[in-house]
């Protein structure tokens, strides 16, 4: 009886900032008060129909969906080298490929924020992209790595020996074995990215600004609900991304095929 | 002959595995490569499928020089010891991997996969994915992809290992008889010398990366060339002795003992012979080739008892005396032993 109220009480707390947050997002009144006084979908309306919100989204897409691109081909290849590969200094560079994960945000931020400046590039959402590729890396790098281990090397000299080319044996054969991986490094990748704030913040303007800062610079303007409706469906659209990936992808074979 | 090592060296990392062999596969033949492990018998057979390249020397398939072309244009069939069967690929379609390979029409790849299933008797199983399948059955999908596009050769590395006993001995037998059927040129890889000798036509015994002997089944274990040979089949006791007479071996510790067959021994000369367990005979006392021994252990093994006793001069005899024997054993007693003259193998 103890341990299920401690259960509840734990998920109360876990949840509760979220709770705060839909509730308020309902609220009739400009003001952000809980518990709401009202119902309206006036601020869901808001969201919708402000501009700078609607750019951030179509740069929030172009960003994570050009730094998920190129990061899934980069990781696999960093996995099976990582694996596979003839390499000096293996543990070496394991440990810069899963780096950007133990680098704080701000540092990365201002270091990209330099390199950024230096070549001109302040303008453009290709700074973002670069930046983000480098911060979804290493979930991409784990995950298939995590399948490349699950691989028998003798599978690819089997191919061989049928006829198959190394790339046709990669094709056929390896790249198949690698969906499990190659779909949750995918998922952490969009997730990761779609929530980027820290680093985003120092390389975007008003023009690249990708929705989390966007959203942060009406927090700091303007203190309505809009941000609660924008940040309800944020939570929404990651918790269905979520529950779609574990119900059609197996996400748990995933993590415990060890 | 259908393919020839010549010369061919492999090191690993300042480690040689395998160290200028030569080696000729005939026609239809059934060639095993016997050793116990790091012999170099497996580096050898990914040196003929083409997943090592040599160090130094040539590889020859039909006569035509493939030293520097990679598997996937050798065309060889390959059986792995672990099977490496497509796992997400049905039984079927890991079948038809090769022959969509080679560009195949999808009528033609259809009939041969037919058939190849059909060989292997797992026809009513193309729709399954190979882990649905017994370890056997695997071995067989795995056997039915390597022999369904053809090859000119197929190597079959340790491929029983991994079966149970019992399911080992079904497949040795299935396998030669496939083989037979097939009449293709096979390269076998084990370390069982019961599966080599029940399946060869020639086997390569293999040590340290070169060919200790190469011959018929019967020869490698009626006249095993080297001590090695005689020791790795059939755990044979070998003896030191010095030759009297073109007949005679004096052994330390006991009275000369008559050799009878092979070669005439040069009087004078350091001997060494082999003897299998098997012939080594208790005897009721002293005798013609009868030497005292003490034995030192008794393993029980249902039909027969495996006895290791030792001479007078410390040299280790081994004996297997079939159950019941005709008088209780036991460890620390002296027996006699009869060591039949027509047992004796020369060692070179």
């Given at each position: 009886m103890i341990r299920r109220l401690a259960v509840v009480a734990l998920l109360a707390f876990m949840t509760l900032p979220t709770v705060v947050v839909v509730a308020v997002s309902f609220n009739p009144t400009a003001i952000l008060s809980f518990p709401p006084g009202g119902f309206s979908l006036r601020w869901y309306a808001n969201v919708l129909t402000y501009p700078q919100f609607q750019r951030a989204a179509v740069n929030s897409l172009v960003v994570t969906g050009g730094a998920v691109a190129l990061a899934l081909p980069i990781g696999t290849l960093a996995a099976l080298a990582l694996e596979r590969?003839?390499?000096?200094g293996r543990n070496v560079w394991a440990a810069l490929l899963l780096s950007p994960l133990v680098v704080p945000g701000v540092a990365a931020g201002l270091g990209f924020l330099i390199l950024a400046a230096a070549l001109g590039l302040l303008r453009s959402r290709s700074v973002l992209i670069a930046a983000h590729v480098t911060l979804v890396l290493p979930f991409v790098v784990r995950s298939v790595w995590v399948s490349v281990r699950n691989l028998d090397p003798a599978l690819e000299r089997a191919a061989a020996s049928l006829g198959a080319t190394p790339w046709r044996a990669f094709r056929r054969v390896t790249l198949p074995l690698l969906r499990p991986g190659l779909f949750a490094g995918l998922l952490f990748a969009v997730v990761v990215s779609l929530n980027e704030f820290v680093v985003s913040l120092f390389i975007s303007n008003r023009v690249t600004e990708i929705l989390p800062v966007a959203m942060f610079t009406y927090v700091v303007n303007y203190t309505d609900p809009t941000i609660a409706a924008l940040s309800s469906l944020f939570i929404v659209a990651t918790f269905l991304v979520v529950w779609l990936a574990d119900r059609y992808l197996d996400l748990g074979r995933v993590f415990l095929q060890h | 002959m259908v393919v020839e090592l010549r010369g061919c060296t492999r090191d690993y990392a300042g480690v040689r595995a395998v160290d200028a062999l030569d080696l000729t596969v005939y026609e239809g033949e059934f060639l095993s490569l016997l050793g116990p492990s790091g012999c170099g018998k497996t580096t050898t057979l990914n040196l003929i499928a083409g997943f090592v390249a040599p160090t130094r020397g040539r590889i020859l398939v039909d006569g035509e020089d493939v030293t520097g072309r990679p598997a996937h244009l050798r065309g060889l069939g390959v059986v792995f010891q672990s099977y490496a069967l497509f796992p997400h690929l049905s039984v079927r379609e890991n079948v038809a991997f090769g022959l969509r390979e080679r560009r195949v029409a999808a009528a033609e790849i259809e009939r041969r996969v037919g058939d190849a299933l059909e060989l292997v008797r797992l026809d009513r199983h193309g729709r399954q994915r190979p882990a649905e399948l017994s370890g056997g059955m695997q071995q067989r999908v795995a056997l039915a992809r390597a022999l369904v596009y053809r090859p000119r050769v197929v190597l079959l590395d340790e491929p029983l290992a991994a079966l149970d006993k019992k399911l080992r001995e079904e497949m040795r037998d299935e396998l030669r008889a496939i083989q037979r059927s097939v009449g293709i040129t096979t390269v076998f890889v084990t370390h069982d010398q019961t599966e080599a000798l029940g399946l060869s036509d020639r086997i390569a015994v293999m040590s340290h990366g070169h060919i200790e002997q190469l011959g018929a089944p019967r020869e490698i274990y009626e006249h095993p060339a080297t001590r090695f040979v005689a020791d790795f089949i059939g755990a044979s006791t070998v003896l030191r002795g010095r030759a009297l007479d073109p007949e005679r071996v004096a052994v330390t510790g006991g009275p000369p003992l008559r050799v009878a067959g092979g070669r005439a021994l040069r009087a004078g000369a350091d001997v060494e012979l082999a003897i299998r367990p098997e012939r080594v005979r208790l005897a009721p006392g002293p005798g013609d080739n009868v030497v005292e021994a003490r034995i030192e252990g008794l393993v029980y093994q249902g039909a027969q008892t495996e006895v290791a006793a030792r001479l007078g001069d410390g040299q280790r005899v081994r004996a297997f005396v079939s159950e019941p024997t005709p008088a209780p054993l036991a460890a620390g007693q002296t027996v006699h032993l009869h060591l039949p003259a027509d047992a004796f193998m020369v060692l070179a």
């Open positions: 590969g003839r390499l000096r | -």
